[in-house]
């Protein structure tokens, strides 16, 4: 799996993909959206600026992956405060995450689907024919960029990669460890983001 990002004439990006890429782009892609979680359905009768308004969470999420998705805001592992510092933090981090979390969710959620609905249009029209290769708009490439970026720390966390490693210890497992197809995941998702970032550099 060594697909990498092209750039496009005039904006956008391009990535060739065989079916088994494809396969596992959107299994991963499918079970982000799983991790994320189910938008607010709409209710019949109700006001839309409800929705608009509604509140969010108030505490970080119980799952570590989803807790790196969406961290607090203020505070963190680095910082070594006070206890009152620490108790202001908490309650600022509260507040923040009520009036965002609805919102930052729907957006991860909205970049999961753009690569869902990109390998499968690619896949319907590629079905049998060998590799395909995917057409991205600026918009797009911006959308697949955040959802690699959200499984890649979905899958770092998972495997508990830490910022001060760079996962060379995981690249050196035996193919027998359980954990290597997610390794490799991991690795590929890290070369196409990479050069999907290079595509949308002016």
Do not use: C
Request: glycine fraction near 10%; charge should be negative; avoid cysteine.
């Amino acid at each position: 799996m060594a697909g990498h990002f092209e750039p496009l004439p005039g904006g956008g990006a391009r990535l060739a993909l065989d079916e088994v890429e494809i396969s596992i782009l959107r299994s991963l892609a499918v079970q982000l959206l799983e991790l994320i979680g189910p938008g607010a359905e709409p209710v019949e009768g109700r006001d839309p600026l409800d929705a608009l308004f509604a509140e969010g969470p108030t505490k970080p999420p119980a799952d570590p992956a989803l807790a790196r998705l969406f961290p607090d805001a203020y505070g963190g592992p680095d910082r070594k405060p006070g206890a009152e510092e620490e108790a202001a933090a908490r309650a600022a981090s509260a507040e923040f995450r009520r009036y965002t979390e609805n919102d930052l969710r729907a957006r991860k959620r909205e970049d999961a689907l753009a690569v869902v609905r990109g390998l499968d249009a690619l896949a319907g029209a590629e079905a049998g024919a060998g590799p395909g290769v995917l057409e991205l708009s600026p918009e797009q490439s911006r959308q697949w960029l955040g959802a690699l970026n959200d499984l890649r720390l979905a899958i770092g966390t998972r495997l508990e990669v830490t910022d001060e490693d760079d996962g060379g210890e995981l690249l050196r497992l035996p193919d027998s460890d359980p954990r290597k197809p997610m390794v490799m995941a991991y690795f590929w998702l890290g070369g196409l983001q990479e050069t999907l970032v290079e595509t949308l550099m002016p």
